[in-house]
């Protein structure tokens, strides 16, 4: 009897969850606006009220799918009695109501974590904070009972099993890629909260940003681990051995970090030195809504891809009206109180402000790049001016100097001081990287590929660059007094963060320079008994079988791999597999890793003289793409843990930014960004 | 001027040169990298430039499917079932590659009337349709109903091997 009910309870809970958001939305921000304590008050329970009843809702369809009542439409639609129980539990975000059912049970639990940790925040504050949050939720959450509940029945006759979930996401990778990105898009919204809360305070000075950093820095932990999660699945998964294709549905998570990115670092200036505020808060805006805009565009139908579930119009209507509203509402409260609260901070053009400034601007332009190729053959669709698409050449040609540019810059700024740095200096503690970088990476392309290459060149001294003066920094530090290594714990969390994040960007160019130029790839047919060579290796077809799976049938190859005709190093095994229910044919790659090298083997079609067309592929220093990714997160993390954002801040201590900043500065410790 | 209000000067004019700049490549890249979409009716009247990358699309012809037998070379028809355009490609096609079936395809004409391509898209979904084929379909005269239950169940999932 309850488990029949188990649809009902949990529609039930996410329409008390949605009363509560509203609650949480209207009466804190009336309460902050009056002054009154006990309407401010309700904020908190009204987080914790919220969450408890999405996740009710959350284990209800959870549920739903593990039991398999496929009376329930999406049930039905997404699942097969004969998935395994794991896949079952992950295919509850493998679907459009699912996952936005997934996003705004995120959205709470974001909420409130920010209410359990935010206890040193002056009650307004708090109250705005959540009370904003109230509102994105409580958007989300009609959204959700409107127009996809994943609780609709099909009743009185329900099919007998469950149409099953999309093979391609039927893998380890969907298990975890959707809950990272989304972790990372709707962690923005925090500081989104933050801002609109500081705006509407009208203090809008150095303090919000101190409270609101730590949480943009997990924020785009969670972001980046969700974008390298999705390359990889791509890689793996779709059988072309491609790691990135800017596909919109790619960018459209791209951009928000691109923006998070720039906003992390003009978050420390305005905490560091009072400037930038209005830029900031406008910088906290677009990247809520980009991230908004992401899930707009891969939610309402408007692309076609493998995450496109929602094909119906008014989703996407609904979606961009939240959307609307958001940046609508948004800026207007900024328009309303921002003007108020500048003041200009001088500082010299060599310094750490003035390098921040050029990594936003160059950031910003590296956004609307990739947005306007993301949007323009839409709005051309939109419009009825003719269907286009925006290849990756145009991003590539964008793109590539871009990253050089910002690269160079980057290599400069961990070395500069905040406000005016002298030039002199500053060469002197950069030539001998420069001189090194430029060693390296120009002689490295002949040592590795034999010939020089311009482009992996430019990638190797970029990372180099990068690189070079972080060590150069540490190796200065840890000389300037008693033992190294004591020398080097005093580096604050903070400190150490900025050095793996800029260390992760480096990883990741490396990997994309060099898996770009020295990629092999032969697409070849091959019969059993007869070898193909790729990259020094031999590739021989041994065996040719048929594998059934619980849920699909496979054709199977064995490939034996040895190297200059010794004997044979390993075997791989590449299927083509059929899943049944959908009638629907997969690839199932054979990947051998390594950290220099992966080998790569897809199956193509069969030929009709038993021989097979296989992809053969030698991806050098592939993995390091997502090694920097993980490298980057991490360090996004660690500076999370620096105890300055756990020092009690005393309420309305934060009134001018002058003194808040001046404190800080005055602060013993390490340079840090 | 005050210095401070000079750095802003400053700050803003180089802000406005490098957007204008930003946006001239921008455009510019844009202009050079977009390809353009043309169903076999465009095609066959000689609306498509030739020897530039462009996408077409149709449904791959019953029995036009032939494979080089020494090779991966492969040739096949696509139609809008009011005129056929002649694809030639070398390599391996997508997993939902097969006749009777929408497909998108990228690459150059050869002048002869031949689409020489370098990739070939095929929805990930049994159910799907690529959206540009429909319509192009739908242009020639042909309602969803005509090429039977590919485009009936257009609400399910689609995916694409994009």
Sequence with gaps: MLIEMIPELGHFALVLALLMALVQAVVPLAGAATRRPLWMAFARPMAAGQLFFLLV???????????????????????????????????????????????????????????????????????????????????????????????TRLLPTPPQDGADLNPLLQDFGLIIHPPM??????????????????????????????WARPWTNVAW???????????????????????????????????????????????????KRGSFKSWTVLLAITTFSLSLLGTFLVRS?????????????????????????????????????????????????????????VNNILLVIMTVTVLLGTLYPLVLDAMDLGKISVGPPYFNALFVPLTVILCVFMGLGPLSRWKAMPGREMARRLALSGALALTIGLLAPLVYGGEWNLWVSLGLVAALWVVLPLVRDLIDKSRRSGS???????????????????????????????????????????????????????????????????????????????????????????????????????????LRPGLLRDLYVAMGEELGDGSWALRIQYKPFVRWLWLGALLMAAGGLVAVVDRRYRRRVKARSGQSSGDQGAAHLSAPREASA | MHPKRKQKLFIILGLVTLSAMAIGLTLYALRSNINLFFSPVQIAAGEAPVQRTLRAGGMVKEGSVARDPESLDVGFVITDYVEDLEVRYSGILPDLFREGQGVVVVGQLDGKGHLMASEVLAKHDENYMPSEVADALEAAGYSPADYGDAAKNTESAGGATY
């Excluded at chain 1, 998964?237 to 459209?252: I, M």
């Design chain 1, 57 to 151: 809702a959350y284990a209800c369809l959870t549920a739903s799918y593990l039991l398999d009542d496929f009376s329930v439409a999406n049930v039905a639609n997404n699942s097969n009695s004969l998935l395994p129980w794991y896949y079952k539990a992950s295919a509850v975000w493998g679907n459009h109501e699912g996952s936005v059912l997934l996003w705004s049970l995120m959205l709470g639990a974001w909420g409130f974590a920010a209410s359990c940790f935010s206890r040193d925040l002056p009650s307004d504050m708090l109250a705005r904070v959540l009370g904003v949050m109230g509102l994105v939720s409580a958007g989300f959450l009609t959204f959700v009972l409107v127009t996809s509940n994943p609780f």
């Design chain 1, 484 to 590: 190294p290594v004591a020398a080097l714990k005093r580096l604050s969390p903070a400190y150490w963060g900025m050095v793996l994040g800029h260390l992760g960007l480096a990883v990741t160019i490396v990997g994309v320079t060099v898996v770009s130029n020295y990629n092999v790839e032969r697409n070849v047919r091959l019969a059993v008994g007869e070898s193909a060579s790729v990259a020094g290796y031999d590739f021989t077809l041994t065996e040719l079988g048929q594998q059934r799976g619980p849920n699909y049938m496979a054709d199977t190859a064995t490939i034996a791999v040895s190297r200059g005709g010794e004997e044979r190093l390993f075997t791989m095994h590449p299927e083509k597999r059929l899943y049944i229910a959908r009638g629907m044919p997969m690839t199932q790659v054979a």
């Design chain 1, 221 to 271: 932990a969670f972001l980046t681990v969700g974008i390298a999660l999705g390359s990889w699945w791509a890689y793996y998964e779709l059988g072309w051995g491609g790691w990135w294709f800017w596909d919109p549905v790619e960018n459209a998570s791209l951009l928000p970090w691109l923006a998070g990115t720039a906003l992390i670092h003009s978050l420390a200036v305005t905490e």
């Design chain 1, 301 to 357: 139908g408007v692309l076609t891809s493998v995450h496109a579930f929602a094909n119906d119009p008014s989703r996407g209507m609904f979606i961009l009206a939240l959307l609307g509203i958001t940046v609508g509402a948004s800026l207007f409260v900024f328009a309303l109180r921002a003007p108020r609260v500048s003041h200009a901070v001088s500082f010299s053009w060599l310094s750490r402000d003035a390098l921040l400034l």
């Design chain 1, 181 to 210: 990105l989304y972790m990372g898009y709707v962690g923005f919204s925090v500081v989104f909260a933050f801002a609109i809360a500081a705006l509407l305070g009208g203090r809008l000075d150095a303090a919000w940003t101190r």
